[in-house]
Every structure is written in structure tokens, then in C-alpha cells.
């Protein structure tokens, strides 16, 4: 079983729609959460931190389920520019800066 | 802005020969990370370091070798280049800050053994 899982979709949505990633981790003590943007061809980047209480920034939203252990990214009214590959990431108690990827969901956005 | 480069974006290279990916980070970062991508397996990552000299196996060390002698550089090394590691290769960086887990990433080499 994979410690990071995610759906690899592609997601087909059209713009101005509301598209929802989730993400399931093995590890309970896993402490840390991200959501990383891969666009096509492109290195990865920081999309956003995923805290505890679930934290918004913008149209994006994140929130953490530690019981079920998965978290989500809600995506509303979708861009073309938001068309790109979302990573679930993990860091695990005592592994230091280490992180664990995903293998990513893909997202395409259409007119 | 953290700048990440790697030394090229695009690399053939024949089985049996070595190998050299350099990675240069600008931002005076004390880790750095090699991972390789491949499609449906996502970022594994190779070896890492958080220290001059000091590195690390990750979760797929086999076959590879790497090298930090300063706190700017870190190079990958296939001793002797198989088929099987034809794929992109990911450096990063990040600082050691309570919390910060952010990691920066380079281009990315895109290596085809042949």
C-alpha cells in the first residue's frame, strides 16, 4: 500500500466549476500536510499548507481529517490557469524536512 | 526568489556509462534532496543531505551515488547508467525551520539511458 494515495483522475471539469481532490495517508503520525501544484512539464511548487482546523486561501481550501486520515483540496469556480497536477503531501514525525509525495491528480479545466 | 538549477534540463546517455547530475541552490539551504518522477509512481525520493558531506539513503538508493562537498551543491551519480533509470530527476532544497517544510525544486533533468 502506498503511504500517500491519491486519485489519479483526470478531472474534467469545466470552468467555473467547483472540483474537489482527496488524499489518503497510511501513517498516523504523520504531522505535516501539503497541497503541491505540478503544472505540465514544470518542477513542483508550494500550493498550500493544509493546518488542522482546514485553512482557505482564496478559491482553494484545504481541510485534514486525522481520524479517517485523508485531506482534501476544493477547488471553486475553476480557471483554465488551475489546469495542472495536484500533489498530496505528507511529512512524518521524526523524518526531519523529508517529505512523502503523492503520485498526483490531474486536473483539466475547460471552457 | 529561491533559485534552484540543475546542470541540464535534457540528457542521453548510454548503459554502463556514469553519470553526473549537478544541482545549485542560491538561497544557502542546509538540505537537498534527489528524487526521480516516473508516471504512476510519483516523486521517490533518492538521497538527501543536511549537511556538507552528510547525506542520507531515501526510499530508492540503488544504483545511485551522491556527493556534497559544498553546502551549495549536490550532485547525483549513476555509477553505471541501466535503462531502468531512464526518467526525470528532481533536485530540491529547503531550510531546517521549526514547522517550514517547504521544499524548492529545479527543472528537473529529463535522463534517457539508451
Known amino acids: 500500500r502506498k503511504e500517500v494515495e491519491q486519485d489519479p483522475g483526470p478531472f474534467n471539469v469545466p470552468e467555473g466549476a467547483t472540483v474537489a481532490f482527496n488524499c489518503t495517508y497510511s501513517n498516523s503520525a504523520s504531522q505535516s500536510f501539503f497541497w503541491y501544484r505540478q503544472d505540465c512539464r514544470k518542477e513542483p511548487k508550494l500550493l498550500m499548507s493544509v493546518y488542522s482546523s482546514g485553512n482557505e486561501d482564496g478559491r482553494f481550501t484545504a481541510q485534514l481529517n486525522r481520524a479517517s486520515q485523508y485531506i482534501s483540496l476544493l477547488i471553486r469556480d475553476s480557471k483554465l490557469s488551475d489546469s495542472a497536477t495536484y500533489l498530496c503531501?505528507?511529512?512524518?514525525?521524526?523524518?526531519?524536512?523529508?517529505?512523502?509525495f503523492g503520485g498526483g491528480t490531474r486536473l483539466m479545466v475547460k471552457p | 526568489d529561491v533559485k534552484v538549477t540543475q546542470s541540464s534540463r535534457y540528457l542521453v546517455k548510454r548503459t554502463g556509462e556514469k553519470v553526473f547530475l549537478e544541482c545549485v541552490q542560491d538561497?544557502?539551504?542546509?538540505?537537498m534532496f534527489w528524487y526521480r518522477q516516473d508516471p504512476g509512481l510519483g516523486l521517490r525520493l533518492i538521497y538527501f543531505s543536511y549537511d556538507v558531506k552528510m547525506k542520507e539513503k531515501g526510499d530508492i538508493p540503488e544504483g545511485y551515488s551522491v556527493s556534497r562537498e559544498k553546502k551549495e551543491r549536490f550532485s547525483l551519480i549513476l555509477e553505471s547508467a541501466s535503462t531502468n533509470q531512464t526518467s526525470m530527476y528532481l533536485c530540491a532544497s529547503s531550510q531546517i525551520l521549526a514547522g517550514l517544510y517547504e521544499q524548492y525544486f529545479g527543472p528537473g533533468t529529463r535522463l534517457t539511458v539508451t
Open positions: 503531501v505528507v511529512n512524518m514525525r521524526n523524518a526531519g524536512n523529508m517529505l512523502t
Open positions: 538561497m544557502d539551504h542546509e538540505n
